[in-house]
C-alpha cells in the first residue's frame, strides 16, 4: 500500500502557484519524498524529491514540514501544460533492490485553467 | 539523449494468446522496472532488474508473467495465455544505480497499451 495521502483533485488558475498536499505521517528516517507526475498518456515524469530540507529546482519547489510528516509541491506559475496527475511517494534512496521500485498511489489529478 | 523506449505502443491480442512486450532503457541504465497501470488506476510495481538479474519479481501477478533481460540492456515482458484483466498500459523505467542520491530517478517510457478481447 502507499504510504502517502493526497487529494483526489485540485483546480488552479493559470499562472496562479499550484500548492498539492501530502500526508505522509509514517515516513522513516531513511525516506525520501519523491514527487512525479503523469500526464495524459504518458509515462511518469519526475519532478523533485528531499529528505528534510527544502528543495527547488526548474521544475517546482519541495517543502517539507519539520516533523517531515507532510510536504507540498508547489508549481509556481502553473500552466495548461502542467495538468496532470501528481504522484507523492516515499521511498529509500541510495541503491536499488527490493526497496528500490516506486509504490504509486491514486495521486492528485490537477487541472489547470484558463 | 535518447530516452526509454518501448515496443509496441498499442498491441490488441486475442484471449489466450501469448504476447511480449519490449523495453530499451537509456544506455547506461543498469536497473530496470516493469510497472503496469490498469484503467483509472495507480501504477502497479512487476519486477526489477538490477543488471540481467531479477532480485525482485514479488510484483508478477501470476506465473504466466515473465520478464528477462539480456546484456544488461534490452528488457522483455511476456504474457502467456493472456487474460482480459491483463488489459493495461505496461511502463518501464530504468534508473541510474549509484550511491548518489541525485542518479536514482527512475524515468520511464511511454509504455504499451495491452488490450486483449
Known amino acids: 500500500d502507499a504510504k502517502t495521502t493526497q487529494p483526489t483533485s485540485m483546480d488552479c488558475a493559470e499562472g496562479r502557484a499550484a500548492n498539492l498536499p501530502c500526508n505522509h505521517s509514517?515516513?522513516?528516517?531513511?525516506?525520501?519524498v519523491y514527487w512525479y507526475r503523469q500526464i495524459h498518456s504518458q509515462g511518469p515524469q519526475y519532478i523533485i524529491h528531499g529528505l528534510k530540507n527544502n528543495e527547488t529546482n526548474e521544475m517546482a519547489s519541495l517543502i517539507i514540514t519539520e516533523d517531515r510528516k507532510s510536504s507540498t509541491l508547489i508549481l509556481p506559475h502553473a500552466t495548461l501544460r502542467d495538468t496532470a496527475v501528481y504522484y507523492c511517494?516515499?521511498?529509500?534512496?541510495?541503491?536499488?533492490?527490493?526497496?528500490?521500485?516506486?509504490?504509486f498511489g491514486k495521486g492528485t489529478k490537477l487541472s489547470v485553467k484558463p | 539523449g535518447a530516452g526509454v523506449s518501448q515496443s509496441p505502443s498499442n498491441k490488441v491480442t486475442e484471449k489466450g494468446k501469448d504476447v511480449e512486450l519490449r523495453c530499451d532503457p537509456i544506455?547506461?541504465?543498469?536497473?530496470l522496472y516493469w510497472y503496469r497501470q490498469s484503467l483509472g488506476q495507480g501504477l502497479e510495481f512487476l519486477i526489477y532488474f538490477q543488471g540481467n538479474s531479477a532480485p525482485d519479481k514479488s510484483g508478477l501477478p501470476s506465473d504466466r508473467f515473465s520478464a528477462e533481460r539480456t546484456g544488461g540492456s534490452v528488457s522483455t515482458l511476456t504474457i502467456q495465455r493472456t487474460q482480459q484483466e491483463d488489459s493495461a498500459v505496461y511502463l518501464c523505467?530504468?534508473?541510474?544505480?549509484?550511491?548518489?542520491?541525485?542518479?536514482?530517478?527512475?524515468?520511464f517510457g511511454p509504455g504499451t497499451r495491452l488490450t486483449v478481447l
Open positions: 544506455s547506461g541504465h543498469t536497473a
Open positions: 511517494i516515499v521511498r529509500v534512496a541510495g541503491y536499488g533492490g527490493s526497496q528500490g521500485n516506486l509504490i
Open positions: 523505467a530504468s534508473s541510474l544505480q549509484s550511491g548518489h542520491l541525485a542518479n536514482n530517478e527512475q524515468f
Open positions: 509514517t515516513i522513516s528516517g531513511n525516506e525520501y
